[in-house]
């Protein structure tokens, strides 16, 4: 059964930063790319960023790029999100998804609060 | 970017009733179109990929059709455990952009 959980969620203030995880069990992670979503409270949904198999070739949208980074640890099945320079609307609950072109599977999502 | 409109915004329909949800790109999104459900409080889950293939355990009251800009989910019969919110996504090209979403109701 394919299973993602992230962490690493929390409040921080504007202009900090933060470190997401997601531990991926269930499937072959090194296989597939993987990406993150977000969403703010209430409101649709966002992609945040993808990487590739191996890492090399990595995607981001305008509003994060710059300020986030995607990277993974195939030896450990992780995929990590390193968010600096947090703004108040970066406040969202953060999905990791396996990217098998599509986003076939989420995970529950780990909340993310900017606020001073 | 490519822009991504669906709708309606709000829907309300009869148990067994066939419901027709639209989303529309703001240019040709060569079928790389998926369709997402998220029921309250629960992460998003794919139903459809590629416009009109059904994703592993999905329903098959659930389809999809469309190309170019235009695109649409069709649940032939709609159930109480239907009750949701649905997105539309195009993978065509980066970045890659949700619609807002149509949330669906029973009547």
């Known amino acids: 059964e394919v299973q993602l959980v992230e962490s690493g969620g929390g409040l921080v203030q504007p202009g900090r930063s933060l470190k997401l995880s997601c531990a991926a069990s269930g499937f072959t992670f090194s296989n597939y790319y993987m990406a993150w979503v977000r969403q703010a409270p209430k409101k649709g949904l966002e992609w945040v960023a993808t990487i590739s198999t191996s890492g090399s070739r990595t995607y981001y949208p305008d509003s994060v790029k710059g300020r986030f980074t995607i990277s993974r640890d195939n030896a450990k099945s992780s995929l990590y999100l390193q968010m600096n320079s947090l703004k108040s609307e970066d406040t969202a609950t953060y999905y990791c998804?396996?990217?098998?072109?599509?986003?076939?599977?989420w995970g529950q999502g780990v909340m993310v609060t900017v606020s001073s | 970017d490519i822009q991504m409109t669906q709708s309606p915004s709000f829907l309300s329909a009869s148990v067994g009733e066939r419901v027709t949800l639209s989303c529309r790109a703001s240019?040709?999104?060569?079928?790389?179109l998926d369709w997402y459900q998220q029921k309250l409080g629960e992460a998003p889950k794919l139903l459809i990929y590629n416009t009109n293939n059904l994703h592993t355990g999905i329903p098959s009251r659930f389809s999809g059709s469309g190309s170019g800009t235009d695109y649409t989910l069709t649940i032939s019969s709609l159930q109480p455990e239907d009750v949701a919110t649905y997105f539309c996504?195009?993978?065509?090209?980066?970045?890659?952009?949700f619609g807002s979403g149509t949330k669906l109701e029973i009547k």
């Open positions: 996504l195009q993978r065509n090209s980066w970045p890659l952009t």
């Open positions: 240019q040709n999104i060569n079928k790389y």
């Open positions: 998804a396996r990217q098998e072109s599509s986003f076939d599977y």
